[in-house]
């Protein structure tokens, strides 16, 4: 397995502690201990990411369409790639087409993108990964810097979502070139949304970081929220916080954070869209949408777009 490292553990450790300081943990910090991969891991397989498995699995019949827009070579770039469960079998679906395929899955959690190297190398798909971050332009020039080949970019699991999607959104036209395409997808709105993120399993997801270090789930409660994007009409922001229900000590791996009886930790949050909330998110960003394809349930689409 071959993975190039611009982002060493030793670093997210020093801004896991920084962000604790802030009261304000990033997505990243979701997916990085063990105990937070298995949290997540949990919630993705009792049905949280079933919309976006539909959603990715319908887009498998443009294939030859998406291919036929490439000259035979595809480099596909996945940003937030996960355990590239979405990816490879696009990989291998624009490979029955014709192309010839170089995957780079690009994530900030060492366990999972080991684990979407692994899954790669099993189907003989030629595979570097990229220990990045992908809110980093920097880092987004040097997962470009790559290859050389025409590049497809993946952002999928309502990944955009977990940042704020118009700093992505432009970020992505800005590393986008004249032949590259990007597959965007989003989670669609609905009235629904935080109830379904208010189970065990998504307070435990919510909570693992803070639980991999010392807190336990007596020691505060995780609130959900979901609140109007007053940027953009039918942008939504489902937050996520801690409240410390006594004094805390969290132990760090790079130093002890002391959180106060009372205090507030923002978590990480979901941003969701109306579907014309989501083409207005990319539009504004300057990327063309050229198609789009939907879940069976509605609840997930993908954008298919260029600069
Ligand atoms: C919701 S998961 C989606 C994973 C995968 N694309 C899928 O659809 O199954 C979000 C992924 O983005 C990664 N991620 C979140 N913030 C990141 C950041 N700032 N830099 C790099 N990766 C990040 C996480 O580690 C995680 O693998």
Known sequence: MKIETLLTEAEIAAEFADALEARDLPDKFFYWSPFSVRAWQKLAR???TESGRQAWAALLDS?????SRFDGDIALVSLGAGEGTKDLPLAQALAAAGA???????????????????????????????????SSPAHLVLAA??????????????????????????????????GDWALVDAEVYSEAALAERETDLGRAFAGAPL???????????????????????GLYLLARYFHAAGDLRVTSPERDVLLQRGERVSLNFSYIYTPAAFRKVLRSAGLKVAAETRSADGRCVIALCSR
């Open 145 to 178: 810097d790559a290859s050389e080949l025409p590049k497809l970019y993946l952002v999928a699991g309502n990944t955009m979502g977990g940042q704020d999607p118009h700093v992505l959104a432009r970020q992505l036209r800005e590393t986008l070139r004249e």
């Open 46 to 48: 009792n049905g949280a």
């Open 63 to 67: 294939a030859p369409d998406l291919a």
């Open 100 to 134: 010839q395929i170089e995957y780079f899955p690009v994530d900030a959690s060492q366990i999972l993108l080991e684990a979407a190297c692994v899954a790669a190398e099993q189907v003989d798909i030629e595979t570097l990964g990229i220990k990045a971050d992908i």
């Open 211 to 233: 639980h991999s270090y010392g807190v336990q789930p007596e020691d505060g409660e995780v609130h959900f929220e979901l609140k109007r994007d007053e940027r953009t009409e």
